[in-house]
Structure formats: structure tokens, C-alpha cells
């Protein structure tokens, strides 16, 4: 019963998008479907992030990079709750692992945010640089992981956990 009202409204939906899309120049197109891919690949993510989360509660809340560290690892540090990377089997994805959760990103997200860790500026500029980034492209994890703003304490322990974890690109 649940289903067809979603159904429903999603036709209901689609049909209203549709009248509307003669009425439209191309700038309210090309913006609509900018909204439309920025959803898309949202709820991609978010479908991964659950996947992720059923192997990780699987593997008994460790993910399975993390199962093989000592406890030494767990807990906190300077009052920041401590921080994890792991990769996945396949190399394609990695996981940021916080507070028995974790968030997913690509391959190449993990690469761009390395770059940026270990790129010149100062402590607050690189920081600045990560915490905008996520603005632009990966809001969801403000709701993985306690960020105000680009001085956080959150987000320094983030940029050292990318800095020891990963090597520059050419260092």
C-alpha cells in the first residue's frame, strides 16, 4: 500500500516537472539537471555508506583494516575522538571510520583530499581548503562527523590522519 502511494506521488511529481520544462531556458535546465545529477550521486552515496555499514556491523563493528589493529588504537586523543582509515578489499573506495560509524568515499575523493592535505599553506589554509571542499562536494559528512568550521578540532585531526595515512602524490 506504502509503495503505490510513492508511486503515485513520484508520477504526480513528474509529470509537474515535465509541464514545467517547455516553460524553462536553458540556464533553469542546465540548473535543473545540475540539482538532478547532485541529487543522484547523493543517493549513491548514501546507498553505499548503508552497504558499508551492514559489512562493517557484519565484522562485528571493525572494519575489516581496522580488525587486525591492537585496541591501543581506540579512544580518544587531546579530546578529539580518534579517527580511522581503511581501504576496501579492492582498493576502490575507503572508509573514515568514527565513533563505531563509518562514511564512504571514492578512490579518487580519497586522492583529492591527500592532494590537498599535503599541499603548501599553512595548518587553517589546508584546513580551510578540506572543510570547503566537503561544502562543495561532500556535505553528508557534517552529519558523520562534528565539523563547525575550518577550525575545528575535528578537522585538524582529519588532515593528520590524511597526512600519516597516505603519502603525496611525488614526496
Known amino acids: ?6 508511486d503515485a506521488q513520484r508520477e504526480s511529481l513528474a509529470k509537474e516537472l515535465k509541464a514545467c520544462i517547455p516553460k524553462l531556458d536553458a540556464e533553469g535546465l542546465a540548473f535543473l539537471l545540475k540539482q538532478a545529477n547532485v541529487h543522484l550521486y547523493n543517493m549513491q552515496v548514501e546507498k553505499l555508506n548503508k552497504a558499508a555499514m551492514v559489512d562493517y556491523v557484519a565484522a562485528g563493528g571493525r ?10 588504537d ?6 578529539v575522538e580518534r579517527l580511522t582509515i581503511g581501504g576496501s578489499e ?4 575507503y572508509y573514515l571510520y568514527y565513533q563505531n560509524r563509518n ?6 575523493e580519497m586522492s583529492r583530499l591527500v592532494k590537498m592535505a599535503n599541499a603548501a599553506g599553512t595548518d587553517i589554509e589546508i584546513q580551510e581548503r578540506l ?6 562536494e561532500r556535505k553528508d559528512i557534517f552529519g558523520f562527523l562534528p565539523i563547525r568550521d575550518k577550525f575545528d578540532k575535528q578537522m585538524k585531526a582529519l588532515v593528520t590522519l590524511l ?9
Open 131 to 136: 572543510f570547503n571542499w566537503f561544502e562543495r
Open 163 to 171: 597526512k600519516k595515512s597516505f603519502k603525496a602524490p611525488g614526496k
Open 103 to 108: 562514511i564512504m568515499f571514492s578512490r579518487d
Open 90 to 93: 579492492s582498493g576502490s573506495s
Open 1 to 6: 500500500m506504502k509503495a503505490k502511494k510513492i
Open 63 to 72: 572494519s575489516k583494516a581496522s580488525a587486525a589493529k591492537s585496541g591501543a
Open 74 to 79: 581506540a579512544g580518544k586523543t587531546r579530546g
